[in-house]
């Protein structure tokens, strides 16, 4: 399977900062990037979808403006959370999908953010 | 809309015994199905798929899933679980619609115990 690199593993920031988390994917192009986020014992919740040459496609209820998605290439999509709370403390994971709509997703080993 | 169900949110089992983990659906279109695994602080690991033809998948570590559309089921097994096979477990679906977004279900604990 494809191998995607997430960084960082972990990340402890102030409240009213911003961090930037990036997502790599190493051995093949993507034509799909996801961000998900997880709480604690809970599933994963779809935030945005970057597709090829386009912008990323935010789901009801996040912020775009809270969470920017940059796809810089077809192997990079970084995410920033902007002015972070400890609200925004989360496990944050990005998935890639390549070569169809029907291939299966690979997922980075996530991020865990601590807003203090 | 689709969604997934994961009845059982933990699942305690001994080791060496069997076991099943229920997952259903819900789509009015044809959907791709997924079981994913995931250790602490990781990330997902895909553990088989079902795109087409034969209906019992055979999947990494000795999972098997069987996908039954008259009961819109893919339920996870494993005739001998081994203490590492502890982790959260996930059914996704692919709807064959415009989105082909993966949707999951909430997730089901395996703790296998000595």
Known sequence: GAVVS?????VICKSGTSVKIEC????????????????PKQSLMLM??????????????????KFLINYASLTLSTLTVTSAHPEDSSFYICSVRGG???????????TRLTVV | AQSVT????????????????????SSSVSVYLFWYV???NQGLQLLLKYLSGSTLVKGINGFEAEFNKSQTSFHLRKPSVHISDTAEYFCA??????????????GTRLLVRP
């Not at chain 1, 945005?48 to 209820?61: H, I, L, P, V, W």
């Open chain 1, 48 to 65: 945005a979808t970057s597709n090829e040459g386009s912008k990323a496609t935010y789901e009801q209820g996040v912020e775009k403006d």
């Open chain 2, 38 to 40: 995931q250790y602490p």
């Open chain 1, 100 to 110: 169809g709509l029907r291939t299966e997703a690979f997922f980075g080993q996530g």
């Open chain 2, 6 to 25: 994961q009845l059982d949110s933990q699942v305690p089992v001994f080791e060496e015994a069997p076991v099943e983990l229920r997952c259903n659906y």
């Open chain 1, 6 to 10: 997430q960084h960082p593993s972990w």
């Open chain 2, 93 to 106: 679906v692919i709807p064959m619609d415009s989105s082909y977004k993966l949707i999951f279900g909430s």
């Open chain 1, 24 to 39: 790599r994917s190493l051995d093949f192009q993507a034509t799909t990037m996801f961000w998900y986020r997880q709480f």
